[in-house]
Nanobody
Framework: QVQLGESGGGLVQAGGSLTLSCAVS????????MGWYRQAPGKQRELVAT???????NYAGSVKGRFTISRNSAKTMVWLQMNNLKPEDTAIYYC?????????????WGQGTQVTVSS
């Protein structure tokens, strides 16, 4: 089992910056990917950024060049640095960890942290 806990959300003006943190505990050794997703009111949850065990990263087009995902080598922390924030970035941000240990895909989620960007 893997547990995740996000922190760092808040209210920021457009153009500002925030850094989200996610603490990961449990069986982190078999995690294949970690990432951030977000869900705005009335919309589906969407991918923001992911990083794999091979240090490959992937970003949604809407955040590319503004957001940076990183993690530590132990896979116990993952961060999302968000710069030049826009009102459309307002959402609940969820930390995610993915494992396919023994061929069984598993997704783990945090409880989410609110990010609000004012215009």
């Amino acid at each position: 089992q893997v547990q995740l806990g996000e922190s760092g959300g808040g209210l920021v003006q457009a153009g500002g910056s925030l850094t989200l943190s996610c603490a990961v505990s449990g069986s982190t050794f078999d995690l294949d990917a970690m990432g951030w997703y977000r869900q705005a009111p009335g919309k589906q949850r969407e991918l923001v950024a992911t990083t794999t065990s091979g240090d490959n990263t992937n970003y949604a087009g809407s955040v590319k060049g503004r957001f940076t995902i990183s993690r530590n080598s132990a896979k116990t922390m993952v961060w999302l640095q968000m710069n030049n924030l826009k009102p459309e970035d307002t959402a609940i941000y969820y930390c995610n960890a993915y494992s396919r240990w023994l061929g069984i895909p598993r997704n783990y989620w945090g409880q989410g942290t609110q990010v609000t960007v004012s215009s």
